[in-house]
């Protein structure tokens, strides 16, 4: 059976990967274009591009953090655990968001 937080570790180091890649794209062709982006009529621009690819990378790294997170959970005992009322967090939740810190009742 597969660890599921190394599975979710595993989707997120794929995704900063790919990300990064993309980022570095835009940057890389934002530089090499000396076009107009902010007056072009077609689409987005370059910089809401850039934005949007950079949120969605520290995105990323935020659920590399939870997960780690979670390990250190697990090796002190509280993983699966709720932070805010200490009661269980449902297998469903944890199967759902393995890096989960509280149950589904609390906010």
Same mark, same amino acid.
């Given at each position: 059976?597969?660890?599921?937080?190394?599975?979710?570790? &595993?989707?997120?180091?794929? #995704?900063?990967?790919?990300? &990064?890649? *993309?980022?570095?794209?835009?940057?890389?062709?934002? &530089?090499? &274009?000396?076009?107009?982006?902010?007056?072009?009529?077609?689409? *987005?621009?370059?910089?809401?591009? #850039?934005? *949007?690819?950079?949120?969605?990378?520290?995105?990323?790294?935020?659920?590399?953090?939870?997960?780690?997170?979670?390990?250190?959970?697990?090796?002190?005992?509280?993983y699966?655990? !709720?932070?805010?009322?200490g009661?269980?967090?449902?297998?469903?939740?944890?199967?759902? #968001?393995?890096?989960?810190?509280? !149950?589904?009742? !609390?906010?």
């Amino acid at each position: 059976m597969t660890d599921p937080l190394e599975a979710a570790a &595993s989707e997120a180091r794929e #995704r900063v990967e790919a990300l &990064s890649a *993309q980022l570095a794209g835009i940057v890389e062709t934002a &530089s090499a &274009s000396a076009g107009d982006d902010e007056h072009d009529p077609e689409g *987005q621009t370059v910089a809401y591009d #850039r934005a *949007q690819v950079a949120a969605l990378l520290a995105a990323a790294h935020h659920d590399l953090t939870e997960i780690e997170a979670a390990r250190v959970r697990v090796t002190v005992g509280t993983y699966g655990v !709720c932070e805010r009322c200490g009661r269980p967090i449902a297998p469903e939740r944890l199967e759902a #968001r393995p890096a989960a810190r509280a !149950c589904v009742t !609390c906010p």
